[in-house]
């Protein structure tokens, strides 16, 4: 699959491998945010942060769809809770990440990441 790069990175915590799967145009969607993430700069200090956050993240699926987009979904730990979700990611034509999209559940698992993660990143971050 085309996101076995990704998640190696992503289990490895490794940050700049996690950057190198995305294409320098990525637009990062966030359950979090209104306004999406663009551009793998503008990526870079959410995944810095998010790498240090990770507290026993497991892969447990993946799926492709028939254009090709790929789900991953996945699980980790935040302080005391469980945070289950979903990756949706799309390919270009080199195999990087361009269009990203997050799910998470529960809601109070997404309202701790928003205060833990978001809350590091400046509002208009990523926002063009």
């Not at 995944?47 to 769809?65: G, V, Y």
């Not at 979904?73 to 390919?91: A, I």
């Not at 799910?103 to 971050?125: C, E, G, H, N, Y």
């Amino acid at each position: 699959m085309q996101c076995d790069a990704f998640r190696r990175a992503v289990d490895a915590l490794d940050l700049e491998e996690t950057l190198a799967t995305f294409a320098p145009t990525i637009v990062l969607r966030s359950p979090v945010r209104d306004e999406p993430l663009r551009g793998k700069e503008a990526v870079r200090p959410l995944f810095a942060i998010l790498l240090q956050t990770f507290k026993e993240l497991r892969f447990l699926e993946s799926f492709t769809s028939a254009d090709g987009g790929e789900l991953l979904h996945f699980q980790w730990r935040l302080g005391e809770r469980k945070v289950e979700g979903v990756d949706m990611m799309h390919f270009d034509e080199n195999g990087l990440i361009d269009d990203y999209a997050v799910m998470i559940r529960p809601l109070s698992a997404l309202q701790a990441m928003r205060d833990a993660v978001f809350a590091q990143l400046p509002p208009d971050a990523g926002s063009t």
